[in-house]
């Protein structure tokens, strides 16, 4: 099994999930991790669930944030929380003209905290013109957070307000994907979308595990230079011990 930074519950990968209460934030996080519809989620309030999952032979421990509703316009912008993230689920209902608004609005505010590479040039240019540190968008911990723009309840045609999203399922540029489900009908299709966001991080972070190896490898050398660094090493010793023993 290949290793990941994700691979231990103490280092765990965390989606945030986010959008219009009664969208179906809870039902589609249920239903991912449990492949259960709870039709009524009592709890309205934020919840964190733990995880750990394996796909494509990777062992990848997940804590899932469901945001609640009410909170999406301060916790939607919140900086602390969009910093903690390694992902975002943004969730609209394609009944509801107004939870797309509202979904737009806060990937908006997410893009001014966590850029995506695209608009990391913007926000270095725009941070130069208010005078603040363009190295703040260009920090190494600031990685492109990977957003599924989720259309939900895609299983009430009937109602349907939003124009049905043409289904190509794939990343735009600026890390966004945008889909639509049915927490209620679709499980294949919520975990199908939910591990390929999970993959999306891992393809984000795969090149800086492999640099963080080479260059532990560069300050230590490979296991041979080190072993033979060693045993030079204590052949000056046991040379000197001799010196002085005569
Ligand atoms: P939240 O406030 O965003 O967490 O929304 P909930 O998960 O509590 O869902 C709100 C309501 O929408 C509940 O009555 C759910 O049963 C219903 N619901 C959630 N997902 C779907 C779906 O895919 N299809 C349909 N028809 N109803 C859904
Ligand atoms: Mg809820």
Redesign the pocket.
């Known amino acids: 099994m290949r290793g990941t930074s994700f691979e231990t519950a103490k280092n765990p990968m965390h989606i945030i999930?986010l959008?219009?209460?009664?969208?179906?934030?809870?039902?589609?996080?249920?239903?991912f991790l449990t492949r259960r519809?709870?039709?009524?989620?009592a709890e309205?309030e934020e919840m964190s669930y733990e995880r750990t999952m394996t796909l494509d032979d990777r062992q990848v421990s997940l804590r899932i944030t469901?945001v609640?509703?009410k909170s999406l316009q301060t916790r939607g912008a919140s900086r602390e929380l969009l910093m903690q993230a390694d992902a975002a689920v943004l969730?609209y209902?394609v009944?509801d003209q107004s939870s797309v608004t509202a979904a737009r609005h806060a990937l908006g505010c997410m893009r001014k905290y966590r850029p995506s590479v695209t608009s990391v040039t913007h926000a270095q240019t725009s941070g130069h013109r208010r005078g603040q540190s363009s190295g703040q968008a260009t920090s190494g911990m600031l990685l492109p957070l990977p957003v599924l723009l989720l259309g939900?309840?895609?299983?009430?045609d009937h109602v349907r307000t939003v124009q049905r999203h043409k289904e190509k399922q794939e990343w735009c540029s600026d890390y966004t994907l945008t889909s639509e489900?049915?927490?209620?009908?679709?499980a294949e299709g919520v975990t199908s979308l939910f591990n390929n966001l999970i993959k999306k991080v891992l393809e984000i972070r795969e090149p800086l595990h492999r640099s963080g190896r080479k260059l532990s490898q560069g300050v230590l050398g490979s296991p041979s230079q080190l072993r033979t660094t060693i045993k030079r090493r204590l052949s000056m010793f046991s040379r000197a011990d001799r010196v002085a023993t005569l």
């Open positions: 999930i959008g219009q209460e009664g969208v179906g934030k809870s039902a589609l996080t249920v239903r519809f709870l039709s009524e989620f309205s469901d609640s509703g969730v209902s009944t939900n309840k895609n299983d009430l489900c049915s927490a209620r009908d679709d």
